[in-house]
């Protein structure tokens, strides 16, 4: 699943993709898939990047255009 919104967030709040994977404790190569579909994200990570972001878990992945 593409998650076209995960590269928006980060780009808007000034973020490298090292920085979000530092967040996520993860690398950075594995947070660049996530970003570009190629690995899923896991729910656990999902929910983390949306409390980072203070957006609905519904927006990050793209199910609606309202953030909260």
Not at 9 to 16: A, E, F, S
Not at 36 to 45: A, D, H, Q
């Amino acid at each position: 699943m593409l998650l076209r919104r995960l590269e928006d967030l980060r780009i808007d709040h000034d973020l490298t993709q090292q920085q979000v994977a530092d967040i996520l404790f993860c690398k950075r190569e594995v947070y660049r898939r996530y970003e570009k579909g190629i690995r899923e994200l896991p729910l656990s990570y999902a929910i983390m990047l949306a409390d980072y972001y203070q957006v609905s878990l519904d927006y990050l992945v793209g199910r609606t255009d309202k953030k909260n």
